[in-house]
């Protein structure tokens, strides 16, 4: 296309897509708020560090203020909470005939396309395990899955060019009709992570504690019963299917569903989520308004009652503002 695609957040997820596609001859350029990170990407270049791959990658990468031009393909991969304001700040910067891709958590294809129009917005799914450290460093722990979709569940050029050059980072990339299908799916495995956030356990050792087993099935439950009655099947990924949710599933399906993502996560050198990482490293807010209390307000509209999401938000909140401690006590709270 004779232009770079512009990754809009080069932190754990837009950082490492760029940098295995800067390393493969892609025209990269990154556009990040950090400055620190944006003058070490250009400059020393972004390590990518851990088990899955370790390389350093100059990329060209600015501060948003610094940005100028106009673009076809903008990678969006900033914390959903801040996708308004990024959506607002880079549409001056989006070709009439361009799109975002949302290669982020959460259902924010729905702010994206307000913004800039439904025909102008592509979703992803994206599953693999990756921290940001600081600036020009990224831990890379796992790989997982990688989906790309339309919006209206068409197949377009363009969808087929953005599936061949996720399947340059990972080459199982899959190429949907049903991007909304693995968004909910994610939906709910991120709602767990969120739950497994108020302790300081490990994912695997939240998942794998059998006495929290009806934490994890309440919350999947409520999840996929919103997703259905907004006429979404949710797909599975990695050895997780949230059909075993279904609000008539035996739970013996849910043991089975868990029991994949303490193999999924038992196995990543990424120990905990970026949420635990937020509340217990970072010390900031978390996505949770803009990724989970969501399912709530969609929930409602089609008269589906979500009250174990009600108090996960809640949760996460009195831990936010120093109410509560992280803690298999504060979890127990969700039982």
């Known amino acids: ?18 940098a295995f596609w800067a390393r493969a001859g892609i025209d990269v350029l990154f556009v990040d708020s950090v400055a ?33 031009g106009t673009f076809s393909r903008i990678v969006l991969a900033v914390k959903a909470h801040h996708t308004e304001e990024a959506v607002v700040a880079l549409a001056p910067h989006l070709a009439a005939d361009g799109f975002v891709l949302s290669a982020q958590n959460g259902l924010n294809e729905l702010v994206i396309a307000r913004h800039v129009g439904d025909e102008r ?27 790309v979709g339309e919006i209206d569940g068409a197949t377009r050029d363009r969808t087929r060019e953005m599936h061949r050059l996720l399947s340059i980072f990972e080459p199982d990339a899959v190429l949907t009709d049903n991007i909304w299908g693995y968004l909910w799916g994610k939906l709910g495995y991120g709602a767990m992570l969120f739950a497994t956030a108020l302790t300081d356990d490990s994912m695997a050792d939240n998942f794998a504690d059998p006495d929290r087993l009806p934490i994890w099935e309440a919350i999947g439950r409520e999840v996929v019963a919103v997703a259905l009655a907004r006429g979404v099947r949710p797909l599975g990924f990695d050895g997780y299917d949230p059909l075993d949710f279904a609000p008539h599933a035996d739970t013996a399906k849910v043991s089975d569903s868990i029991a994949a993502l303490v193999d999924l996560n038992r196995h ?68």
Do not use: Y
């Open 1 to 18: 296309m004779g232009e770079p695609i512009v990754i809009w957040g080069a932190g754990a997820i837009g950082g490492t897509l760029g």
């Open 36 to 68: 620190e990170h944006v003058e070490a990407c250009r400059t020393e270049g972004l390590s990518i560090e851990g088990p899955v791959a370790a390389f350093r990658q100059c990329v060209a990468a600015v501060t948003p203020e610094e940005l100028t």
């Open 121 to 147: 917005t592509m979703g992803a799914f994206v599953n693999f395990g990756a921290d940001w450290l600081g600036p020009g460093r990224i831990l890379f722990g796992n790989r997982a899955a990688v989906v």
């Open 268 to 335: 990543g050198a990424k120990t905990h989520s970026g949420i635990w990482r937020d509340l217990a490293v970072r010390k900031r807010r978390t996505e949770v308004d803009a990724q989970i209390a969501v399912i709530d307000t969609l929930g409602r509209e089609v008269g589906v009652d979500t009250p174990t999401i009600r108090k996960l938000v809640a949760l996460i909140h009195d831990v936010e503002e120093g109410r509560r401690p992280r803690s298999s006590a504060t979890l127990r709270n969700l039982l």
